[in-house]
């Protein structure tokens, strides 16, 4: 039976993973790990929760004996946006944390899921379907850090053994959890403003593409990656995901479908404009479809439409 441990339950991947899993494997079997922010009602009373500070190993090594964990989703990390704006936490949290899991998984024999980027791409890095295997020279803390983080990954699954598997996501859209400080964070408040104050002034450029993903295919693909054959897998850690590429400007539009009277106008954000510039307009999920049968089940229209209807009925 597998025990659980997902760190970062409480942000926009980490809370509606939870309650996936919980319902897979058991809400006991779950144990939802937060920081400082108070979970929500739902992720609070559907299975177990505590507070972890990751960058600490005896924090996570109590939960991992007290629970009996053997497999570590771990999420907790500070984005791109945020990271820009004190490298050096960044750096302290996202990389002594996920030392701290290898290691807890190294010694408790725990399978790991770790998230990395397409923010370790850069400015180098061919930018329309971008390969599995290509440059990697990130220009932020944060790419830095998934980048580092992936090799790290490498290391404790060639020199220890630990099964540790992980994807490179994109920009991910969900109409669970408010957006919190990345770069691609447009692509969610839009629908928001949208409902709300049918207006809307977006950070980035017109036609400034990025590869995305709707939610509930991001939490499909780690689930799917951590029960697949791994005498299959040769990536681990690094795979290509994505589930489609647009622009502000193609979203606009597409929203305009459903709610005719939205407007929007751009305010530049500088240093998100920098840091979207330097990374992929697309990438190459090919990788990832051949080693374990990555797939995707929302399109760019699809997700559009569901992200109004869902959204709609919380804001009402």
């Known amino acids: 039976m597998k025990k659980i441990l997902v760190t970062g339950a409480t942000g926009q991947i980490g809370s509606e993973l939870t309650l996936f899993l919980r319902n897979i494997y058991g809400s006991k079997n779950v144990v939802a790990a937060g920081h400082k922010k108070h979970p929500e009602k739902e992720l609070l009373e559907s299975g177990p929760f505590v507070f972890i500070d990751t960058t600490q190993y005896n924090s996570i090594e109590d939960i991992v004996l007290r629970f009996k964990i053997n497999t570590i989703y771990h999420l907790s990390a500070i984005l791109s946006a945020k990271g820009e704006e004190n490298p050096t936490i960044a750096w302290r949290v996202n990389m002594e944390s996920l030392k701290n899991v290898l290691d807890i998984a190294r010694v408790y024999n725990c399978q790991v899921f770790y998230p990395s980027s397409i923010a370790v791409f850069g400015p180098t890095t061919p930018r329309e379907n971008t390969p599995q295997e290509t440059i990697l020279r990130p220009t932020t803390m944060y790419g830095i850090t998934k980048l580092a983080g992936e090799l790290l990954c490498e290391y404790y699954f060639n020199k220890f053994g630990v099964d540790v598997r992980g994807v490179r996501y994109p920009g991910l859209i969900s109409y669970v959890t408010p957006p919190g400080g990345g770069t691609t964070d447009y692509a969610v408040e839009i629908f928001y403003e949208a409902i709300k104050n049918k207006k809307y002034s977006c950070f980035l450029k017109e036609d400034t593409y990025l590869p995305m993903m709707y939610m509930s295919d991001a939490i499909k693909a780690a689930h799917d990656l951590m029960e697949a054959d791994s005498s299959k897998l040769i990536h681990r850690a690094s795979y290509n995901i994505q589930g489609m590429s647009f622009c ?55 997700m559009v439409k569901d992200m109004i209807e869902k959204l709609a009925k919380k804001l009402t």
Do not use: H
């Open 248 to 302: 502000p400007k193609d979203l606009y539009l597409e929203i305009k479908k459903y709610i005719p009277e939205f407007k929007m106008d751009y305010k530049i954000n500088q240093v998100k404009q920098c840091i979207a510039d330097s990374w992929p307009k697309s990438i190459d999920s090919s990788c990832a479809e051949k080693e374990w049968g990555f797939k995707v089940e929302y399109d760019f229209s699809k």
